[in-house]
């Protein structure tokens, strides 16, 4: 007996269209998702006096101004980002649940900071990470250096793969097996539960004293004019940053870890410097004064106010450390880095202007940052519908949110635009589907549906095979193209939203061959995660490189324990021919062996994610039973439809048969018949009779019924 089927027994689009090949980042339209683009969701950040976050105000406590006109609340969400995060989605509107997130991102200022402060800063952020952050809370990690802003690893909520990124700051990329989405820093890392700070660590090289002296002297012997080209590109790359982030929903928080640059650049000269130039000018020295330098360079501030307009236009704040103050002891290594003084003045503006707290002259950065993270532990997410206004896209739209309660202060973004999708850049369509993954929408243009049913080879080897159906006709509805390339993407996460396992994939379709099947049946992904026992999240997404349209889906799963000796069921399988239909087979990246389970001793069959009854037409059932006391092979299953009030319809059912395998799992099977059944969405749930006196065990599955 076989335990795979033949590739030939299914329809293998690899030999079709080209072998289906990990997905890397390409450049693809901008992302349609299909929400109304007219609803804006508001993150409010409400603090009393002492800068303690406010909880328990409702919908009412609230009043909106939309470009200087009140608009109602038309939805609200309160959130207390210390609380467990649902472990399944619920019933918000998407938007709401997109902005209701935290998000922090971990910035590292290789430009205008130490050696020593960096490795400082890495150490006192890995600290930071393994207690602060909380389990809905996204983090994100990057570095801004020569090359300008870099992200590492985006917003995801795998505490343990930003912290690989930062352990290393990108300087290891040789051998790590990258994701696409940038989800996670490397795919081949797995955390076990008994690491503890993940195993990570951050060892100081010993220096010589040249090469402390050559650190010191660096920027001293630097001119002028250079020094203030790179506080242009600095600020100018901080401002690209605060662009790419503004794709993002909800409020995002960029922790800054830097030296700061010399205000002089911006402010002019300072102190004894400028009491210097004074006394050149009175003495007709005047070639000793440089202008930019007495006075301040005035395209550098117009720079930095760009960029403290693109936070605000983001909803982006910027918490600022000075790695000059992690470096506790002031060293050789450290003092006269900045040309003049230090780059506090640089830091205390970032954050005092964009609305973030400035943390100096510490060497306990978690402790410090935990005060950021009280103050944004309650908070709220408005909604309103913009009011009907000739307005460009692009083009800032004013936003004025109030509290009515007296001695609270309100922090929000300070507008938004309406959305130009002609306009979005590139590397924003892969941010934007990271976020859809990352916080688990479902929806979209393109329309999934997923069965998860758990499996143990005759091996022993555990995993968690996936239908992934992609509907036909929201596939093809407004097609031109010969051949449908799409992306595919599939994340397992356990319940502390730590990625187990992943898939990437971007296969070409030849439509003069597979339209008629794709538009029939659609399009099945079958793939396999290796997962641990618990809890599973199961996050896909699809998207259609031509037009940029989006599908995506979020449900859970549970991998129980096959040592337990209780009676395991799959969800109802409605069995369909895999040769009638376009399969995707699809290794994931940790179960690169892709067994599939769904099989009649050596006869492969094909479940539907998305199964339609018809009456008066019979369709065959499989339910996959594993070890326990044994189910009855004689045994008569019984079905039914049921209704969401309770309400059970039954069904004409026809003889059971049984079918055993080597992976000790029994397959039962039969024939349903709907008869008189009123369209609609139903349960089908079959029923298998277990020891003498016991109720009976069940299983079921969402179905419709035409």
């Known amino acids: 007996m076989s335990a795979k089927p033949t590739a030939s027994a299914l329809v293998i689009v690899s030999a079709l269209a080209g072998a289906p090949r990990p997905a890397e980042p390409q450049v693809p339209p901008p992302p349609v998702f299909g929400v ?16 303690r976050a406010v909880p328990g105000l409702t919908a009412d406590d609230f009043e909106i101004e939309d470009a200087g006109r009140s608009v109602p609340v038309a939805g609200f969400l309160t959130v207390d980002a210390g609380a467990p995060a649902p472990s399944a989605p619920g019933p918000e509107n998407p938007r709401l649940v997109a902005a209701s997130r935290r998000q922090f991102l971990l910035l590292f200022d290789l430009t205008f900071s130490s050696a020593p402060g960096m490795l400082k800063a890495r150490k006192a952020a890995l600290a930071f990470l393994e207690k602060g952050p909380q389990p809905g809370d996204l983090v994100a990690a990057a570095r801004l250096g020569p090359a300008g802003v870099e992200l590492l690893v985006g917003f995801t909520p795998d505490v343990a793969q930003v912290s690989r990124a930062i352990a290393t ?25 008994t690491t503890g700070k993940w195993g990570l660590q951050i060892e100081e090289a010993p220096r010589g004293e040249d090469e402390k002296r050559r650190l010191v002297l660096q920027l001293a012997r630097s001119e002028q004019n250079a020094y203030r080209q790179r506080v242009l590109g600095y600020v100018g790359e901080l401002q690209r940053l605060a662009q790419l982030l503004d794709t993002v929903q909800g409020r995002k928080q960029v922790i800054l870890l830097s030296g700061g640059f010399d205000q002089s650049v911006l402010l002019g000269a300072q102190g004894t410097e400028r009491a210097d130039n004074a006394q050149a ?36 704040v910027v918490h600022t450390v000075d790695v000059a103050g992690l470096a506790a002891g002031g060293g050789v290594d450290e003092a006269g880095f900045v040309p003049t003084g230090s780059g506090r003045g640089s830091l205390a503006e970032l954050a005092g202007r964009s609305g973030g707290r400035f943390v100096r002259d510490s060497n306990d950065l978690a402790a410090a940052l935990q005060e950021v993270l009280d103050a944004s532990r309650y908070y709220y997410v408005l909604a309103f519908e913009p009011l009907e206004a000739k307005q460009k896209a692009g083009e ?9 309660r007296a001695g609270l202060a309100v922090s929000h973004r300070a507008g938004y635009t309406l959305p130009d999708a002609k306009a979005v850049a590139a590397p924003t369509a892969q941010m934007q589907a990271a976020e859809v993954i990352a916080k688990g929408l479902s929806g ?58 992943a898939l990437g994939l971007t296969p070409g379709l030849e439509l003069d061959k597979l339209a008629p099947s794709i538009k029939a049946k659609g399009v099945q992904v079958l793939t396999a995660f290796r997962v641990r026992e618990g809890p599973v999240d199961l996050r896909f997404l699809v998207r259609d490189r031509a037009t940029g349209r989006v599908g995506s889906l979020r449900m859970t799963s549970v991998m129980p324990s096959f040592e337990s ?30 067994e599939i389970p769904f099989r009649l001793e050596d006869t492969p ?32 299953l019984s079905a039914a439809l049921v209704r969401d009030d309770g309400q059970v319809l039954p069904l004409e059912t026809g003889a059971t048969r049984s079918v055993a395998d080597a992976d000790r799992f029994r397959r039962l099977v039969v024939s349903v018949t709907p008869k008189g059944i009123p369209a609609g969405d139903y349960w089908l749930r079959l029923s298998i009779p277990t020891a003498p006196g016991a109720e009976e065990s069940r299983s079921q599955l969402p179905v419709r019924v035409n």
Request: overall charge neutral; charged content about 25%; glycine content about 8%.
């Open 605 to 636: 069959f094909t479940p539907q994610a998305a199964p339609v009854l018809r009456n008066g037409e019979a369709r065959d059932v499989c339910l996959m039973a594993h070890a326990g006391s044994g189910p009855d092979t004689a045994a008569k």
């Open 565 to 594: 000796g209780a009676l395991l069921l799959s969800p109802p399988l409605v069995m369909d021919d895999p040769r009638a239909r376009v399969v995707i087979p699809a290794p994931s990246r940790a179960n690169q062996n892709l």
């Open 36 to 51: 109304d683009v007219r609803v804006v969701a508001v993150p409010v950040f409400v603090t009393d006096k002492s800068g």
């Open 444 to 501: 979209g243009a393109l329309r999934l549906r997923a069965i998860a049913v758990p499996y143990r080879n005759p091996q022993g080897q555990s995993s968690l095979p996936v239908v992934l159906e992609i509907d036909g006709e929201s596939l093809l509805g407004a097609l031109s193209q010969k051949v449908l390339a799409l992306e595919i993407y599939g994340y397992a996460l356990d319940d502390k939203g730590r990625i187990e396992d």
């Open 396 to 404: 800032l739209r004013k936003l004025k949110i109030k509290v009515k």
């Open 281 to 316: 000018v009175a003495e007709g020295r005047l070639w000793e004064v440089q202008s930019d330098r007495h006075f301040g360079d005035s395209q550098t501030r117009g720079t930095l106010d760009a960029l403290f307009q693109a936070l605000a236009r983001s909803d982006t």
């Open 169 to 193: 700051l990108g300087t290891a990329d040789q051998g790590r097996l990258r994701d696409p989405l940038g989800l996670a820093y490397d795919l081949g890392f797995v955390p076990s539960e």
